[in-house]
T-cell receptor
Framework: GESVGLHLPTLSVQEGDNSIINCAYSNSASDYFIWYKQESGKGPQFIIDIRSNMDKRQGQRVTVLLNKTVKHLSLQIAATQPGDSAVYFCAENVYGQNFVFGPGTRLSVLP | EADIYQTPRYLVIGTGKKITLECSQTMGHDKMYWYQQDPGMELHLIHYSYGVNSTEKGDLSSESTVSRIRTEHFPLTLESARPSHTSQYLC???????????FGSGTQLSVL
């Protein structure tokens, strides 16, 4: 289930299930989006990106969906594994400006 | 694996000390950034640079300063550390403004 914790919303999923992490972005002019994964005590790590001329992009076990109409971005992780437990950030970019990061979602994978 | 390095990894110091957090990248990226992140919270941009001799303030006001004398090096300095500076500091670089960021492992700073 999904809940709002003290700092971050948390998504708990069973190992092997699919995970969907959502992000509402703020700027309708944003044309480039990235998902980052941050494990405890580490810096954010690039997962997948998508530009605004696409609405879907797939990687290894991950898919990013972009809905520009409602300014929504989602990250789908197939067959979630314990190693997927981390905080996930979306980031949006308008050409010529710096990235803006979302608040993050903590993914907990239950055995 | 990103070629961007931050030192020290952890730093515990007393109030009033001057500190410098080091960041180096070997990718030849022009754009470099410093973010501040409290545990479980979002990233806040405090400084960035377009290239050598360029430094800009970010969205979050910070008492720190930065310099960019060489492309590969972007150190952050606090002249007089205070407990309110306790946080994680993340350095990042990118080839251009609208290209993906590569992050270092961060420096966890604790000011007593």
């Amino acid at each position: 289930g999904e809940s709002v914790g003290l700092h971050l919303p948390t998504l708990s999923v069973q190992e092997g299930d699919n995970s969907i992490i959502n992000c509402a972005y703020s700027n309708s002019a944003s044309d480039y989006f990235i998902w980052y994964k941050q494990e405890s005590g580490k810096g954010p790590q690039f997962i997948i990106d998508i530009r605004s001329n696409m609405d879907k992009r797939q990687g290894q076990r991950v898919t990013v969906l972009l809905n520009k109409t409602v300014k929504h971005l989602s990250l789908q992780i197939a067959a979630t594994q314990p190693g997927d437990s981390a905080v996930y950030f979306c980031a949006e970019n308008v050409y010529g400006q710096n990235f803006v990061f979302g608040p993050g979602t903590r993914l907990s994978v239950l055995p | 694996e990103a070629d961007i390095y931050q030192t020290p990894r952890y730093l515990v110091i007393g109030t009033g000390k001057k500190i410098t957090l080091e960041c180096s990248q070997t990718m030849g990226h022009d754009k470099m950034y410093w973010y501040q992140q409290d545990p479980g919270m979002e990233l806040h941009l405090i400084h960035y640079s377009y290239g050598v001799n360029s430094t800009e303030k970010g969205d979050l006001s910070s008492e720190s300063t930065v310099s960019r004398i060489r492309t590969e090096h972007f150190p952050l300095t606090l002249e007089s550390a205070r407990p309110s500076h306790t946080s994680q500091y993340l350095c990042a670089s990118s080839r251009a403004t609208n290209e993906k960021l590569f992050f270092g492992s961060g420096t966890q700073l604790s000011v007593l």
